[in-house]
């Protein structure tokens, strides 16, 4: 098999390596000691990239990979998204697909690649500012939502959240490189 054909493989092994902090990441990226992983994941998830990787390929690979998320850029418009996995992980795994060399590359700053300041964890939208989205909970950044069940309040950053979930969320979820807690204490919008 041919590395072109095999490089939604090296990208996705690559992205795996980036989002745990692996530390072959550096040497996946110079694309040294891939053969070995690409091997396996195609092998474990009974894929056949001879072809090369398309829609039906990322579907089948974000079946296999449930425990990430994968996110596919197009390289022409890079603030549209090809695709989007099913997936509700925190673990993303961002793609940018060039169609004229049918390549896919790893994106490992995001806003940086795309120029924009704010990634929703929900919807994946990208822009200048954070927006409302009904698949992001208002309070604590959760996704999916958090449900009202039974209302805790933090002295920390004075506010209600919905329940004891969404409180424990709020205290490890970032926004902006801050937890939420710190982060609505600051908040400008709030």
Same mark, same amino acid.
């Given at each position: 098999?041919?590395?072109?054909?095999?490089?939604?493989?090296?990208?996705?092994?690559?992205?795996?390596?980036?989002?745990? /902090?692996? *530390?072959?990441?550096? =040497?996946? &990226?110079? /694309?040294?000691?891939?053969?070995?992983?690409?091997?396996?994941?195609?092998?474990?998830? +009974?894929? #056949?990239?001879?072809? /090369? +990787?398309?829609?039906?390929?990322?579907? &089948?690979?974000?079946?296999?990979?449930?425990?990430?998320?994968?996110?596919?850029?197009? +390289?022409?418009? *890079?603030?549209?998204?090809?695709?989007?996995? $099913?997936?509700? =992980?925190?673990?993303?795994?961002?793609?940018?697909?060039? &169609?004229?060399?049918?390549?896919?590359?790893?994106?490992? $700053?995001?806003?940086?690649?795309?120029?924009?300041?704010?990634?929703?964890? /929900? @919807?994946?939208?990208? =822009?200048?500012?954070?927006?409302?989205? #009904?698949?992001?909970?208002?309070? @604590?950044?959760?996704? *999916? *939502?958090?449900? !009202?069940?039974?209302?805790?309040? @933090? %002295?920390?950053? !004075?506010?209600?959240?919905? =329940?004891?979930?969404?409180?424990? !969320?709020?205290?490890?979820?970032?926004? $902006? +490189?801050?937890?939420?807690?710190?982060? &609505?204490?600051? %908040?400008?919008? %709030?």
């Amino acid at each position: 098999m041919k590395a072109a054909f095999l490089c939604l493989a090296h990208t996705l092994i690559i992205a795996m390596a980036r989002v745990n /902090g692996g *530390p072959n990441f550096v =040497s996946y &990226r110079q /694309g040294r000691f891939l053969k070995e992983p690409v091997e396996e994941i195609l092998k474990a998830s +009974g894929m #056949d990239l001879s072809n /090369g +990787g398309a829609f039906e390929e990322l579907q &089948r690979f974000q079946q296999y990979l449930s425990d990430y998320k994968i996110i596919v850029f197009d +390289g022409l418009y *890079p603030d549209k998204v090809m695709f989007s996995g $099913n997936s509700l =992980s925190a673990k993303k795994l961002y793609l940018l697909y060039d &169609r004229y060399s049918g390549h896919y590359n790893v994106i490992t $700053n995001l806003e940086g690649a795309m120029a924009k300041k704010y990634i929703c964890n /929900g @919807c994946d939208t990208l =822009s200048d500012h954070a927006h409302k989205c #009904d698949k992001v909970c208002s309070l @604590c950044t959760a996704t *999916p *939502p958090c449900t !009202n069940d039974k209302s805790k309040y @933090c %002295c920390t950053c !004075n506010r209600w959240l919905l =329940s004891e979930k969404c409180f424990q !969320n709020h205290l490890i979820l970032k926004v $902006n +490189g801050k937890l939420v807690c710190q982060w &609505r204490q600051v %908040c400008r919008y %709030c």
